[in-house]
């Protein structure tokens, strides 16, 4: 979360008793003021606490709101990509990953959290997907938003949801405390600097987000930890895959590229 961007936490308009637990309970993992709802306008509060945003608990959970918008937890385009992936079709991220059953994974970079669901698809029961997310709100959010959100008509996304395991915190401190070659893949998906979308999730990734580059060591510690491959998904034009010392995947033509390093022949 950027550094100036102030936050508190409240409640639906008329909670219970239950309700107001549960919001201080979110007000102290988040370290933000609980203030009293008392009906007022979720505006109001911002105004009055100069806040810009409020995590707002709910009965039916917690939902962010900022700049006039709700935002709500929905895994996104992974509905869309894991189907495709049922159905036999290649998915980009598992294809430049060399991604397989029983892989240990660690999504640096997780965001609202696709990615990460179809990577622990992919790597199965057996497998393991750690995403990790330094902003509180945004971990928050995603955490909870994998551990409870219902799909019925898709069970294998609610069990690949079940299955990622959040880790609130900077990903380069979390990558130095892994030992060497302890891990199949590395992943990294900086939040990107320029537009390439206007879908609500990279919306709400923006309002809570830190645009920062990513940093060399965060790279060089991956490259120590990963057994196989560490990989980088950037713009076309974005320049980071080349900065970073990527090497450019070729294959596909829209605006995203895949960068990667290759560390050894995996397990």
């Known amino acids: 979360m950027t550094a100036d961007l102030h936050g508190v936490v409240t409640t639906a308009a008329r909670p219970d008793p239950e309700l107001l637990h549960r919001a201080g309970e979110i007000a102290r993992r988040l370290g933000l003021p609980l203030v009293?709802?008392?009906?007022?306008?979720?505006?109001?509060?911002l105004a009055e606490y100069a806040a810009s945003f409020s995590a707002v608990a709910t009965r039916e959970g917690t939902f962010l709101y900022a700049d006039g918008r709700q935002y709500r937890y929905h895994p996104g385009m992974a509905v869309v990509r894991l189907r495709q992936v049922m159905r036999g079709h290649p998915d980009p991220l598992l294809e430049v990953?060399?991604?397989?059953?029983g892989d240990r994974v660690v999504d640096a970079t997780l965001g609202l959290g696709a990615d990460a669901i179809v990577l622990s698809h992919a790597v199965g029961p057996e497998g393991r997907v750690v995403g990790v997310e330094d902003r509180p709100v945004v971990a928050f959010f995603v955490e909870e938003g994998l551990s409870t959100y219902a799909y019925p008509a898709l069970p294998e996304l609610e069990a690949a949801m079940r299955r990622v395991d959040v880790v609130w915190g900077d990903h380069v401190d979390y990558l130095r405390r892994l030992p060497d070659r302890s891990v199949d893949l590395v992943y990294f998906d900086p939040m990107f600097r320029k537009t390439i979308s206007a879908s609500r999730g990279i919306d709400a990734l923006r309002v809570f987000g830190d645009p920062s580059a990513l940093r060399f060591e965060a790279v060089k510690e991956a490259v120590r930890v990963a057994r196989r491959r560490v990989v980088l998904k950037d713009r076309r034009d974005?320049?980071?895959i080349d900065r970073l010392g990527f090497q450019p995947v070729p294959k596909g033509s829209g605006r995203i590229q895949f960068g990667v390093i290759d560390v050894g022949g995996g397990k």
């Open 36 to 45: 009293s709802r008392d009906r007022r306008k979720l505006d109001e509060i």
């Open 97 to 101: 990953g060399e991604v397989r059953p």
């Open 238 to 240: 974005g320049g980071e």
